[in-house]
């Protein structure tokens, strides 16, 4: 199975700040990579898909990059609603597996 | 209004088994596949099974014939039946419904809250 490596596991960041997650696979996945948020007590939420889409409600804050093997997720001016964890997974091959999270965390 | 709703989570012995569903409203349920996605307390997410709109299936590695998904058209549900039911199955289990937007092609998903499974003696 493809593994996914997010870092770092922890992101301490003021509001306003810029946000950068990396997720590397053990194998190329193509574009088929998506991200997560799931704040506290909450069901995780779609945030991108195919590395680069937002899916609908997501705000243009949020943007993704990368192919292949590493990926990357900006956030561009942290709101305090964005404190949260941040998964991804890959959609490339089965079984679909996700990496172990980004928390970030208010500085 | 969109709801994805889980059920049939509790506390079970060792050994047992359980059934989940995962009832969808407010949207083409048909159109859409099926995940079960879980997560043990305080740990991360871990892909479980699917089953497509036209009912393929696919499973994760740990679930070795243990888990099997199922889906009926006609109650817009889904079923997760697991058998041989371990400790280290005890988890939040979410469900989630993929599918397409049709006015923006976007792709969506839609998640329920969850329901929990305990697997103790």
């Known amino acids: 199975e493809i593994v996914l490596t997010q870092s770092p596991a922890t992101l301490s960041l003021s509001p306003g700040e810029r946000a950068t997650l990396s997720c590397r696979a053990s194998?190329?996945?193509?574009?088929?990579l998506v991200w997560y948020q799931q704040r506290p007590g909450q069901a995780p939420r779609l945030l991108m898909y195919?590395?680069?889409k937002r899916t609908t409600g997501i705000p243009a804050r949020f943007s993704g990059s990368g192919s292949g093997t590493d990926f990357t997720l900006t956030i561009s001016g942290l709101e305090s609603e964005d404190f949260a964890v941040y998964y991804c997974?890959?959609?490339?091959?089965?079984?679909?597996?996700f990496g172990g999270g980004t928390k970030v965390e208010i500085k | 209004q969109v709801q994805v709703v889980e059920s049939g989570g509790g506390v079970v012995q060792p050994g047992r088994s359980l059934r989940l569903s995962c009832t969808g409203s407010?949207?083409?349920?048909?159109?859409?596949?099926i995940h079960w996605v879980r997560q043990a307390p305080g740990k991360g997410l871990e892909w479980v099974a699917v089953?497509?709109?036209?009912?393929?299936?696919h499973y994760g590695d740990f679930v070795k014939g243990r888990v099997s998904i199922s889906r009926d058209t006609s109650e817009n549900t889904a079923y997760l039946q697991m058998d041989s039911l371990k400790s280290e199955d005890t988890a939040m289990y979410y469900c989630?419904?993929?599918?397409?937007?049709?006015?923006?092609?976007?792709?969506?998903?839609?998640w329920g809250q969850g329901t929990l499974v305990a697997v103790s003696s």
């Open positions: 989630l419904a993929e599918g397409e937007d049709r006015p923006t092609g976007r792709r969506v998903e839609y």
């Open positions: 407010g949207f083409t349920f048909n159109n859409f596949g």
């Open positions: 089953i497509s709109y036209d009912r393929v299936e």
């Open positions: 194998q190329s996945v193509g574009q088929f």
């Open positions: 195919d590395a680069s």
């Open positions: 997974q890959q959609r490339s091959s089965w079984p679909l597996t």
